[in-house]
Every structure is written in structure tokens, then in C-alpha cells.
DNA sequence: CCGGATCCGAATCGATACTG
DNA sequence: CAGTATCGATTCGGATCCGG
């Protein structure tokens, strides 16, 4: 038994020796979204160092999380093995419990494209979904720009195929077009995905700001997109 | 910001700074069975040192997860507040998840009481145990003893009053009878558990032993109480 | 005994530089 | 691109000590 171990025989030390140190799971939460090159992954979490980087991938290995894939030409990916995309509920509700204590960003907190891929999956409700139209939306939060695609129950987020707010100056407006609701916005959005304020509300607020589509949508958005602030503690305990 | 922050604007990092600190998760997990005193922690996680203790606790109570309760002659006690009984649900599927990576025992791995409580929260299903009779366990694994009321869908986890198998010799049984089935297992109960044997298969690899009760209970048992090895990740992603 | 605080060696982490 | 090597800064672990 190493002199790291918890020393005790339980499902929770187990799981946390094994992606509990530090940086783990949010390499996981970035894979949780697709395969991602060495590169990939530091550039989605720049302050890792790349010793760590390179420990956390070889031990991730030797847990059976992650796996290793020769790509095509030349280079490799890391993917998530079965065990490792067993861990998305656990990610979810890892997010969904920090929503509620995040305050507004540090100076020079980033945001990357992974991270609110998996904020936007942590957040999407498919009852409620199902229940309403589909519907596509097109969410600018700093350099990030993601497609939601709602279609019945189910989510896909991809990433705006030109980057940020690139795209129109040569006329390539297809994609924007496809979307029903265009939104710009900062940090505030939390409240309006907490439930805290109306989409009209949002708006007034310059929470959000809407540069296409319908403003009535931001409603439809705000129940299709959102987390308790205050989540209850399971029952039957 | 300081030099230890993640540097990223993101649910999962507001909770990984909260409680992904070593040590941090495993004081929540004891503190979701009940209140607990600095001494009581220590016991429970008898490898934590006790300078981390103290100052784990600090920052759990910095982050609004965990409350200083003075006791009503003396002494105080730690227990969580809603926000750490938030932390629930996230307890569950990390314990669950662990479950599927579980060995044997390391030779000096130890069991607690706390540690048993919250796997067996981990493993009981609401949805079953509510199709099944109300049934009362009584589970000894190493020096653990407790015992398991379920009641319609809701489970309540106690520890055997009087410790394990201490009782009897002078004809306490008032409580031994009111279970109905008396376990006395080790490690292997993970094969039961898993459903990987049958509670037949299970006494007869001698991986649970029978202490009294019907022995065709303990298929009842391995129902209410169950982890699926390989857990589906959610859909809708 | 309870609830810590203090001290110190060992291991880990973070930042930068370097290599096939 | 995909890491390894190195080294100072932190943190962790183990033990001891202290006040009530």
C-alpha cells in the first residue's frame, strides 16, 4: 500500500485514488467532450504544468480511464475508455454543485470551449426539453462560441464552425441563419440559468444581449438550460 | 487569485477548489452519515494527519459546506450545512463509480462505520426496494456492524447497538431478532452486490455467511442493494 | 481526553527549459 | 508535437506538544 493511499476499503477512496488528484478530472471533463490531442489538452487547461499533464494522462492510463489512439497520419489522441465516460454523471453533478457557489470570474479566469461544452450538458434538462420545440441557439461567452442543438430530449453542443463572431464579414451567414437565437454574453448568464431573473429581465439587465432570433426565446433558453441554485439533497438516506 | 486556483471560470473548478483539495471529500462523506466531533473525523480517517484535519475543516467552513456546532455541555461538533448535504448525490456516484474499481482489500485497508453507511446509501435503489417486502438486514463486515431498515423506498443505515457480535452472551438478543436476515461477510459481499453470483452462490462460496434468517433473503438483498459494474454514461450528450 | 497548533523531513506541484 | 529534465516553492505526512 503506498504511503498516499487513503488506507481504507471503500468505493469513495477507491474512485478518489484513482482520478482524485489533482487536475484529473478536469482532464477528464475536457476528454468527456471527445478525443483531444496532447496539445488539446494543454491548451484547454493552461495552467497545468506539463510534467503534471503528462503524469495525470499515464496514470489515468493505468486506471483504465483513459486510452491511448495512434491517429491516422501521424500523431495520437487520448480518449476516454467505457470506464472513463462512466464518469459523466459523476462530472455533472460535480458541475451543478459548483454553479451555485460560482461568484463572478477572477481577472484572469478563463473559459474555454470544453469547459462550457460541459456546463451547457451539466445544465440541459431533457424532460423539460422534450416538452418543448426544438430549438437551436448560438452562445457567445467571451472567445467561446457554441451551437446548442435541442432536438426532443436530447443536446448536441459543437463548437461555431469560424470561431467567434468571425464569420458574416465575407457573408458566410448559413450557419447563423440556422440558429433561432443568437445570444452575446458575460458571466451574468448564471442568473438567468439559475432561474434568478426573466429573459426579458436578462436583457433590461445587459446580462445577455441578443443579436438574432426572437427575444422571447431567452425564456424558452433559461427552462431548457437550468440548474437549482440551492439543489435538495437526495431522499431515502 | 491565488497560485494554487485552476484559473478557469467553470462549474467543475468552483467545486474541485471547494472540495478537491485531498482529504476534503472523504471528511464530507463521514460528516453526510451524521455530526461529528474533531475526534470522531480522526478516528474515521485514521491516516489523515492531524494538522490536515484541522485545516481542511477551516476551508470546508470557509466554503460554506461545513458548520462549528458548539455542544450543549462541551465539546462541538462538525455537521454539514444544506450546501454540504448538497454534496450528496455527488457522494453516491463517486462511491458508485468507485465500486466498479474495487479489489481486494490491501492488507491494511480498514473499514468504518462511516465509510459502510454511505456505500450502502451508495448501492440501494429507491425504485426496487419499494416493489419488495420491508425488510430489516444486519450486516457484519470486519469490525463493522450495522444495520439496514428499509422501509418502502427509504433506507435507514444504523449501527448495530452494542457492536458486533459482542451481543448475545447475555441474552441481548432483543435486537438480533428484530432482523430478519443476519449477515456476517468480507470483501466478497462486492460479488453479491455487482449480481455477479446468486445468494445461493454466495453462501456457498462462502463469500456471505448466514447467521440467522432465511437464507433465501439474501436475493432479496442483492436486489435492494445493487451496483451495476459497468454504469451506462447518460445519453443526451 | 478533547481540540487542536507546531515542527520538520518527504513527496508533490508549478514553472521553465530542453529534447527526439 | 509530445513529451522529459530540472529545480525551487508548496503541500503533505508523521510526530510531538500544548491549553482547557
Known sequence: MGARSYGQYCGVVTALEQVGERWALLIVRDLLVGPRRYGDLKNGLPRIPTNILSKRLRELQDAGVVRRVPLAHRGLVYELTD?????????????????????????????????????????????????????????????????????????????????????????????????????????????????RVTGAEAIEAELVSVQAGDPALLDRFAQTFHVDSAPAPATGG
Chains 1, 2 share one sequence.
Open 83 to 195: 470506464r472513463g465516460r462512466a464518469l459523466e454523471p459523476l462530472m455533472l453533478a460535480l458541475g451543478e454543485w459548483g454553479f451555485g457557489a460560482m461568484g463572478d470570474p477572477d481577472p484572469d479566469d478563463i473559459v474555454t470551449l470544453d469547459s462550457m461544452t460541459m456546463a451547457f450538458r451539466t445544465s440541459f434538462r431533457p424532460g423539460v426539453a422534450a416538452e418543448l420545440p426544438d430549438t437551436r441557439y448560438e452562445v457567445h461567452i467571451g472567445p467561446v462560441a457554441l451551437n446548442l442543438a435541442v432536438d426532443g430530449g436530447s443536446l448536441r453542443v459543437r463548437p461555431v464552425a469560424g470561431g467567434p463572431l468571425v464569420r458574416g464579414v465575407d457573408g458566410d451567414l448559413a450557419e447563423e441563419a440556422d440558429a433561432d437565437l443568437v445570444l452575446v454574453c458575460g458571466p451574468g448568464i448564471r442568473e438567468l440559468i439559475a432561474g
